[in-house]
């Protein structure tokens, strides 16, 4: 049997069908394997939950963002309702006062009730009372750089009461409204005003300039006027219109006045207004911003800004004029987005993202009440960014701990993996070197039972292979291991070298040794020609009493089986010299080994019976080695070869021509030879002068006898017998004699 090929695939044959495996060429190392399949495992579902706990805190955030944003601008509305309500009642009061006193209207003393109701307000920075005459009252606070008629007040002054009067004019026509148009006729009047620092003091400065003023010509007049007059009766007595900003002249700040008519019997009698400057909504808007970036607006109907958070408020003053911005005009800002989207889809909060810097943005729309007759909306957006601070720092740190925690995962999963691996790495290693039969000094330790159980079986297995290669070639049962194929019955002819080897005289030294030193005797020579084998690639075939069969050339193919086979036979002999003196010196019998070899083409395979078989030669060949062993006795040698072992090997080896033979049941004759030693330089098997003179001596005179020259032959062998007291000279000499002619 062949030893198969190296494959990229080992097979093995499993089951009664001999059904086939195959190991892929490449294939994963299992402590690799391992720690692939963990963090396959581990980082994409610690990424899946990280992912589900940024998805879930950015839900979060964002819903207490969006109730936030809600909150503000509900409580920017309630605020500027609470600025704004306490000057609308404040303006009913009036106007129910005048009302119930029309003299109030015409008389001085109702500075003193605006006077009062301006100190009761801190908003405020002016109030005032306008009659359908054209009088005017006016209370108004004191700041620092205010200009009033041209002049520079005191600066201890922290009110000033300016007063027009026309009620001695002549009335002028009604017009449409029920409000009275200013006389065609009216002229000059003079406008007095008095500062005073509180309203106990008496007056600091009084000082009159003659001027045209009419309260009737100006906006806030006619807006009321105009806008009360289309209002229903029954609610013209609590009617609070709140005007459109405009540049006040004596303070130079935007101002929005809130107004009330006054009415006795139904006819429209004048006004009272309060003035407030926008300042105070702005500076309240930024006050309560929610985020760093937040941005809050209130637009009328028409997208104009009437007051923000930005830098200019929302509006620009030119000239003493003031000019609104458009919120659909604020180019490249994410509040023009907003709105365009609010106006397309009527949403009042959403999540946007703007185009051009991809920031997301949160907008909350809440309509202001129409209790001041203004159809206004409060904006309120805020980036995104600015709420995930919080979530940006938690994420930061989950990722941080998140990653601590991989890299001791991974450390985890290398240590796990390197427990379970390394043993059976070490019993794969085990079953490398057993494979190759060679001994393992590892030690497999580990925890785990089933581990335990693989190495136990793996070490029982040694044993068992150990074992197994005393009884057959080693060579066939690594053949038979790797290649994972059954025993099967059958064999192939090779041409190949056999050995037979025998004791000379066993059965006397049996019959006079006792049995326990005759197994040491014998299995002390069996070990030693087994080991001469071994150590020259032979197969050791069987052992036959006390007599040694081996081949070369099979299982394992060998080009020099010839050489191999002679050198083992050398080294048999001259190691069987060491050991007889050893018996010698425990008083044991010395043994005396004869050696056969020939080589020829026999069949070599498994023979036997499917139930128990042997790796064996047979053929003709295996007749002649034996029968070359015991020719060995007749003729005096320890070393015979065959003329075909001669052919193989003759030229490196130290031999002597012996005779030649016919071999029982075989035609023709066989020329065979005695081995001497091994040409070269190795202590062991080199030859001796004498071994060297034997083989020359014995080469001429077996020369001479095959020439049939017995006379010289004999003299011949004569000679090398008296020198060397050699047995085959002897034994030829005598053939010589009898061979020679009468």
Same mark, same amino acid.
């Given at each position: 049997m062949s030893i198969a090929e190296t494959k990229a695939q080992v097979t093995r044959s499993n089951g009664p069908a001999g059904r086939q495996e195959t190991t892929p060429k490449f294939a994963v190392k299992l402590r690799l394997s391992i720690s692939t399949l963990f963090l396959c495992l581990i980082l994409p579902t610690f990424a899946i939950i990280v992912y589900y706990i940024y998805?879930?805190?950015?839900?979060?955030?964002?819903?207490?963002?969006?109730?936030?944003?809600? =909150?503000?601008?509900?409580?920017?509305?309630?605020?500027?309702?609470?600025?704004l309500d306490p000057i609308g009642d404040s303006l009913v009061t009036?106007? &129910?006062? !005048?009302?119930?006193?029309?003299?109030?209207? &015409?008389?001085?003393?109702?500075?003193?009730?605006?006077?009062?109701?301006?100190?009761?307000?801190? #908003?405020?920075?002016?109030?005032? !009372?306008?009659?359908?005459?054209?009088? %005017?009252?006016?209370?108004?606070?004191?700041?620092?750089?205010?200009? $009033?008629?041209?002049? $520079?007040?005191p600066a201890d002054a922290v %009110?000033?009461?300016?007063?027009?009067?026309?009620?001695?004019?002549?009335?002028?026509?009604?017009?449409?409204?029920?409000a009275q148009a200013p006389a065609?006729? @009216?002229?000059?009047? #003079? @406008?007095?005003?008095?500062?005073?620092?509180?309203?106990?003091?008496?007056?600091?400065?009084?000082?009159? $300039?003659?001027?045209?003023?009419?309260?009737?010509?100006?906006?806030?007049?006619?807006? /009321?006027?105009?806008? !009360?007059?289309?209002?229903?009766? +029954?609610k013209r007595e609590r009617f609070v219109l709140l005007d459109e900003p405009y540049v006040s002249g004596s303070t130079s700040q935007a101002t929005m006045t809130v107004s009330t008519p006054v009415y006795q019997d139904k006819t429209f009698k004048g006004m009272i207004g309060e003035s407030f400057e926008l300042n105070t909504i702005s500076k309240y808007l930024k006050s309560i911003q929610i985020s760093k970036n937040s941005e809050t607006y209130i637009v009328d109907v028409d997208g104009n800004i009437v007051v923000s958070t930005g830098q200019d408020n929302g509006y620009t003053i030119v000239k003493s004029g003031l000019i609104k911005q458009n919120i659909r005009e604020a180019a490249g800002k994410a509040v023009q987005h907003a709105y365009q989207r609010h106006i397309s889809t009527q949403e009042r909060q959403f999540e946007f993202t703007h185009p051009l810097t991809a920031e997301v943005y949160l907008a909350q729309f809440t309509a202001f009440p129409n209790n001041f007759n203004k159809n206004w909306e409060v904006i309120t957006l805020a980036p995104m960014s600015d709420f995930l601070v919080g979530l940006n720092e938690?994420?930061?740190?989950?990722?941080?701990?998140?990653?601590?925690?991989?890299?001791? /995962?991974?450390?985890?999963?290398?240590?796990?993996?390197?427990?379970?691996?390394?043993?059976?790495?070490?019993?794969?290693?085990?079953?490398?070197?057993?494979?190759?039969?060679?001994? @393992?000094?590892?030690?497999?330790?580990?925890?785990?039972?089933?581990?335990?159980?693989?190495?136990?079986?793996?070490?029982?297995?040694?044993?068992?292979?150990?074992? %197994?290669?005393?009884?057959?070639?080693?060579?066939?049962? #690594?053949?038979?291991?790797?290649?994972?194929?059954?025993?099967?019955?059958?064999?192939e002819s090779r041409y190949l070298t056999i050995l037979f080897t025998d004791l000379q005289g066993f059965s006397s030294i049996s019959e006079v040794t006792p049995s326990r030193e005759l197994v040491r005797l014998v299995s002390s020579y069996l070990a030693l020609v087994t080991y001469a084998v071994k150590e020259e690639t032979g197969t050791v075939d069987k052992f036959i009493g006390d007599s040694v069969m081996a081949f070369w050339g099979a299982p394992m193919l060998d080009q020099n089986h010839a050489y191999h086979a002679c050198r083992a036979a050398v080294k048999s002999q001259r190691r069987m010299v060491e050991l007889n003196r050893q018996f010698a010196t425990e008083g044991l019998p010395p043994l005396t080994v004869r050696i056969g070899i020939h080589s020829d083409a026999v069949l070599v395979g498994n023979i036997g @019976?499917?139930?128990?078989?042997?790796?064996?030669?047979?053929?003709?060949?295996?007749?002649?080695?034996?029968?070359?062993?015991?020719?060995?006795?007749?003729?005096?040698?320890?070393?015979?070869? =065959?003329?075909?072992?001669? &052919? *193989?090997?003759?030229?490196?080896l130290w031999t002597r021509p012996v005779d030649i033979i016919t071999v029982k049941g075989r035609k023709g004759e066989i020329p065979i030879y005695?081995?001497?030693?091994?040409?070269?330089? +190795?202590?062991?098997?080199?030859?001796?002068?004498?071994?060297?003179?034997?083989?020359? /001596?014995?080469?001429?005179?077996?020369?001479?006898?095959?020439?049939?020259?017995?006379? *010289?032959?004999?003299?011949?062998?004569?000679?090398?017998?008296?020198?060397?007291?050699?047995?085959?000279?002897?034994?030829m000499r005598d053939r010589c004699l009898e061979s020679r002619p009468a």
């Amino acid at each position: 049997m062949s030893i198969a090929e190296t494959k990229a695939q080992v097979t093995r044959s499993n089951g009664p069908a001999g059904r086939q495996e195959t190991t892929p060429k490449f294939a994963v190392k299992l402590r690799l394997s391992i720690s692939t399949l963990f963090l396959c495992l581990i980082l994409p579902t610690f990424a899946i939950i990280v992912y589900y706990i940024y998805k879930t805190n950015y839900e979060i955030y964002k819903h207490n963002a969006s109730a936030l944003i809600t =909150s503000l601008n509900n409580q920017m509305t309630d605020k500027l309702l609470a600025l704004l309500d306490p000057i609308g009642d404040s303006l009913v009061t009036l106007a &129910k006062q !005048v009302r119930d006193d029309p003299r109030l209207l &015409k008389s001085a003393s109702v500075n003193d009730t605006l006077l009062l109701h301006l100190e009761n307000n801190p #908003n405020l920075v002016s109030i005032f !009372v306008a009659s359908e005459r054209g009088s %005017f009252h006016q209370v108004q606070r004191m700041r620092e750089g205010m200009i $009033v008629a041209n002049r $520079v007040p005191p600066a201890d002054a922290v %009110f000033n009461f300016w007063v027009v009067d026309r009620s001695g004019l002549p009335e002028g026509a009604s017009n449409g409204s029920g409000a009275q148009a200013p006389a065609k006729n @009216s002229r000059s009047v #003079n @406008s007095v005003f008095t500062f005073f620092k509180n309203r106990d003091s008496a007056p600091i400065e009084t000082f009159v $300039v003659e001027n045209n003023y009419d309260p009737r010509q100006r906006p806030f007049y006619k807006s /009321l006027s105009s806008t !009360v007059a289309k209002t229903p009766e +029954d609610k013209r007595e609590r009617f609070v219109l709140l005007d459109e900003p405009y540049v006040s002249g004596s303070t130079s700040q935007a101002t929005m006045t809130v107004s009330t008519p006054v009415y006795q019997d139904k006819t429209f009698k004048g006004m009272i207004g309060e003035s407030f400057e926008l300042n105070t909504i702005s500076k309240y808007l930024k006050s309560i911003q929610i985020s760093k970036n937040s941005e809050t607006y209130i637009v009328d109907v028409d997208g104009n800004i009437v007051v923000s958070t930005g830098q200019d408020n929302g509006y620009t003053i030119v000239k003493s004029g003031l000019i609104k911005q458009n919120i659909r005009e604020a180019a490249g800002k994410a509040v023009q987005h907003a709105y365009q989207r609010h106006i397309s889809t009527q949403e009042r909060q959403f999540e946007f993202t703007h185009p051009l810097t991809a920031e997301v943005y949160l907008a909350q729309f809440t309509a202001f009440p129409n209790n001041f007759n203004k159809n206004w909306e409060v904006i309120t957006l805020a980036p995104m960014s600015d709420f995930l601070v919080g979530l940006n720092e938690i994420n930061r740190r989950l990722i941080v701990y998140g990653g601590a925690a991989c890299l001791l /995962l991974v450390f985890l999963t290398y240590i796990l993996s390197r427990t379970i691996s390394r043993p059976i790495e070490t019993l794969t290693e085990e079953i490398r070197d057993l494979l190759d039969f060679n001994r @393992s000094k590892r030690i497999v330790g580990s925890r785990i039972e089933e581990i335990n159980i693989l190495h136990s079986a793996v070490n029982k297995l040694r044993n068992t292979l150990r074992a %197994f290669t005393a009884y057959v070639p080693r060579d066939l049962v #690594n053949d038979l291991v790797r290649s994972g194929n059954d025993i099967e019955l059958g064999g192939e002819s090779r041409y190949l070298t056999i050995l037979f080897t025998d004791l000379q005289g066993f059965s006397s030294i049996s019959e006079v040794t006792p049995s326990r030193e005759l197994v040491r005797l014998v299995s002390s020579y069996l070990a030693l020609v087994t080991y001469a084998v071994k150590e020259e690639t032979g197969t050791v075939d069987k052992f036959i009493g006390d007599s040694v069969m081996a081949f070369w050339g099979a299982p394992m193919l060998d080009q020099n089986h010839a050489y191999h086979a002679c050198r083992a036979a050398v080294k048999s002999q001259r190691r069987m010299v060491e050991l007889n003196r050893q018996f010698a010196t425990e008083g044991l019998p010395p043994l005396t080994v004869r050696i056969g070899i020939h080589s020829d083409a026999v069949l070599v395979g498994n023979i036997g @019976s499917p139930e128990r078989m042997s790796y064996t030669v047979m053929g003709d060949g295996v007749n002649i080695a034996a029968r070359l062993e015991g020719i060995n006795k007749e003729f005096s040698t320890s070393i015979c070869i =065959s003329h075909a072992t001669y &052919k *193989e090997a003759g030229e490196r080896l130290w031999t002597r021509p012996v005779d030649i033979i016919t071999v029982k049941g075989r035609k023709g004759e066989i020329p065979i030879y005695e081995v001497l030693a091994i040409r070269g330089d +190795d202590p062991e098997t080199m030859a001796t002068d004498r071994d060297k003179a034997l083989c020359a /001596l014995t080469r001429e005179a077996f020369l001479l006898f095959s020439k049939k020259q017995y006379r *010289e032959a004999a003299e011949l062998y004569q000679k090398i017998m008296d020198t060397y007291d050699d047995g085959l000279s002897c034994i030829m000499r005598d053939r010589c004699l009898e061979s020679r002619p009468a």
